[in-house]
């Protein structure tokens, strides 16, 4: 058995957008958002590079980096910390091509570059506003409010 379970995978599926942190050489903090965070199997994550070249960089130096997968309504999500490894060509390639990011939305990525993450490490994020005593359906509800208002205010 790995270390991605069902949960954490169902919200991977369903959010996508992951934050990866990385360190500079310079010893710098980098966080970058990856709208094509999916899951490879059960010890691995994978993101397309469509245009991250500081991460890239980071993970080139120093493979050690996180991911950050979040629900927004619900306040609560996981944190994935492992290596990652920077995929140009070959089988894995054009496997992780084919079956993760090509056919999510009908369209290719134009992607020369993919990053697959070897977990080590997950935990559970939540979010402080629970320690008031609200529940998931009350969080969501606040949170579901607070986007409808915010899409409001752009229309």
Same mark, same amino acid.
């Given at each position: ?5 069902? =949960? ?5 599926? /369903? /959010?996508?957008? %992951?934050?990866?942190?990385? $360190? @500079?050489?310079?010893? +710098? #903090? ?5 709208? &094509? ?14 245009? @991250?070249? =500081? &991460? ?13 997968? +979040?629900?927004?309504? $619900? ?11 920077? +995929? &140009?060509?070959? =089988?894995?390639? =054009? ?10 939305? %009908?369209?290719?990525?134009?992607? %020369? ?11 559970? +994020?939540?979010? #402080? ?21 915010? /899409?409001?205010?752009?229309?």
């Amino acid at each position: 058995m790995g270390i991605l379970n069902e =949960d954490m995978k169902r919200m991977i599926r /369903q /959010q996508r957008m %992951g934050f990866i942190a990385t $360190v @500079s050489p310079e010893g +710098l #903090p980098n966080l970058s958002p990856k709208g &094509t965070t999916a899951v490879w199997d059960d010890d691995h994550l994978v993101f397309a590079d469509l245009g @991250s070249p =500081d &991460t890239i960089r980071n993970l080139r130096e120093n493979p050690d980096c996180e991911i950050n997968i +979040l629900d927004y309504f $619900v306040r609560k999500g996981y944190s994935f910390k492992g290596k990652g490894q920077i +995929l &140009t060509e070959g =089988d894995l390639f =054009d496997q992780i091509h084919e079956s993760v990011t090509a056919n999510r939305s %009908g369209r290719a990525y134009p992607s %020369g570059r993919y990053v697959l993450i070897q977990i080590t490490e997950a935990n559970v +994020l939540v979010s #402080p506003g629970y320690s008031s005593g609200k529940t998931e359906s009350e969080m969501r509800e606040e949170w579901e409010n607070h986007w409808s208002s915010v /899409q409001l205010e752009n229309s």
